[in-house]
């Protein structure tokens, strides 16, 4: 099989370098009582751009963001 059809063409000449965050949506954790006074500024620092551009220079062809976490769409607009 014949996967070059498939492939997209920024993936034929660069790694797949994966970074990603799971289930760390302030309005998930601060439902269950795991938000630290620090959380909502770590938060945002995590997808400023500033953190974007770091992770492209690192070489991150690929990042996982949280989702939709069933409170919402306008619950959660804000994340």
């Known amino acids: 099989m014949d996967l070059t059809y498939?492939?997209?063409g920024w993936l034929a000449g660069n790694p797949l370098i994966i970074t990603g965050s799971w289930d760390t949506t302030?309005?998930?954790r601060i439902r269950?009582?795991?938000d630290s006074p620090h959380f909502q500024a770590e938060y945002r620092q995590r997808y400023s751009p500033a953190t974007v551009a770091a992770m492209?220079?690192?070489g991150v062809t690929l990042a996982v963001v949280d989702f939709f976490k069933?409170?919402?769409l306008q619950a959660e607009s804000e994340y």
């Open 6 to 8: 498939s492939t997209p």
């Open 26 to 28: 302030p309005i998930f």
């Open 32 to 34: 269950h009582g795991a």
């Open 56 to 58: 492209k220079e690192l």
């Open 70 to 72: 069933g409170f919402g």
